[in-house]
């Protein structure tokens, strides 16, 4: 990974501790955790974030409920914006690394440690790969008892304010000077 100066891991169906089964991931929070200590600037959206609270020793686990659709996630008491959610699972916040994100069902969804970064929502979806993912994890909407047609919908009414966010944060991302 030394011939990077900035990573971005996106999310996946596997979870963090999942390791027997995605032996990767050994590697990948291997690399990660070496990234962060020499404060390359990374982002991780979903399980990219999860893997980062694992590098930095935080618990990853099971959320008390899938979180799935369409949802508002806090920065404070009095500032939300809207965010696409597909996951179950949650992470603590390292020692060390700063919250800067929260909703009503994740308590944990964005946080800082140094030039990296950790959003728990997906702002990088787009209304073809959602598609997709309805159609490929269709049990877990059933599990839920959640519509299909109606977080799709939903979806593509905001996907013009999701867009806007991603590149907010991206151009944000991108101006991290590094010393």
Wanted: with cysteine; proline share 4%.
């Amino acid at each position: 990974m030394d011939e990077f100066d900035v990573l971005i891991v996106l999310g996946g169906p596997m979870n963090v501790y999942e390791e027997d089964r995605y032996p990767y991931l050994i590697r990948l929070n291997d690399a990660i955790f070496k990234f962060v200590y020499e404060n390359k600037p990374y982002l991780g959206f979903c399980l990219g974030a999860q893997l980062l609270a694992k590098a930095l020793d935080a618990p990853v686990r099971k959320n008390r409920q899938r979180e799935i659709g369409n949802f508002e996630v806090n920065l404070t008491e009095d500032v939300a914006f809207p965010v696409f959610q597909w996951h179950g699972d949650t992470f603590n916040i390292a020692k060390g690394a700063i919250k800067l994100a929260e909703s009503k069902l994740c308590s944990n969804q964005a946080f800082r440690f140094k030039n990296s970064y950790g959003v728990q929502f997906h702002l990088e979806v787009t209304p073809k790969m959602l598609e997709e993912w309805i159609e490929n994890y269709r049990c877990e909407l059933n599990d839920e008892g959640i519509d299909p047609s109606s977080i799709l919908s939903e979806f593509v009414e905001r996907v013009e304010v999701y867009k806007e966010l991603l590149w907010q944060l991206l151009s944000n991302f991108f101006s991290i000077r590094v010393e």
